[in-house]
């Protein structure tokens, strides 16, 4: 898999953060689309009944864009539901498409909404793994990631994000204490498979500590 392909995987990842709803967003059908994705994203694996939930969140989506063009939530939605099943067709045979989704559809939830977190993470994870010749900036990621946390304090999966991010960039005590807040997050909300990848992420930054102890 090529590493644009890996990066859209990653990115895509990121997107299990969801909220259920935008508080300032009035439109019915987009706010059945974020909860739509949600569902889709809180499934372990993607299955049939996963990829049933994404192509009825890119149809909901893609409806309501249809009729207000300029909702960052639809935007966002449509994004992430279509880059999903895009990835499940095959990463690499549908790379082009894929950055084309996130330049047409990403850049523009951001544009229309600047603190919408959601995007914000997503687009801080595009910018992390793509090499800079290909537009990556990997400081411009992780501040993006950082605000996004800000933003969505209370979301497991950008928290996850943003604390593997910083042990990437090797800033490990801080990428220890976000790992540890995305596994208390994960939880009290009882979303089990952040809870297991932020407890994984937590004996990979703790295990180096523990060995130096020993010495």
């Given at each position: 898999m090529s590493v644009i392909a890996q990066t859209v995987l990653v990115v895509l990842a990121a997107i299990a953060?969801?909220?259920?709803?935008?508080?300032?967003?009035?439109?019915?059908?987009?706010?059945?689309?974020?909860?739509?994705l949600r569902a889709a994203e809180l499934r372990n694996t993607i299955d049939s009944t996963a990829l049933s939930l994404y192509h009825e969140a890119s149809r909901q989506a893609e409806s309501a864009l249809r009729r207000n063009p300029d909702s960052a939530g639809a935007n966002f939605v449509y994004f992430a539901a279509t880059g999903r099943i895009l990835i499940a067709d095959g990463a690499t045979k549908n790379l082009f498409t894929l950055r084309t989704l996130d330049k047409q559809y990403l850049d523009k939830a951001i544009r229309l909404d600047p603190g919408y977190a959601?995007?914000?993470?997503?687009?801080?994870?595009?910018l992390l793994?793509?090499?800079r010749m290909l537009g990556g900036d990997s400081e411009v990621g992780l501040e993006l990631l950082r605000r996004a946390t800000k933003l969505n304090p209370g979301g497991p999966g950008t928290r996850l994000s943003f604390a593997r991010a910083l042990a990437e960039d090797g800033r490990r005590d801080e990428a220890r204490d976000e790992a540890r807040r995305a596994?208390?997050?994960?939880?009290?909300?009882?979303?089990?498979?952040?809870?297991?990848?932020a407890s994984a992420?937590?004996?990979?930054?703790?295990?180096?500590?523990?060995?130096?102890?020993?010495?």
């Open positions: 953060a969801t909220l259920p709803a935008r508080a300032d967003e009035l439109d019915q059908e987009v706010l059945s689309a974020e909860r739509t959601n995007a914000l993470a997503a687009k801080g994870g595009v793994k793509l090499p596994a208390h997050l994960s939880c009290i909300q009882g979303r089990f498979k952040s809870f297991e990848e992420l937590l004996g990979e930054l703790e295990a180096p500590v523990a060995k130096a102890g020993l010495n």
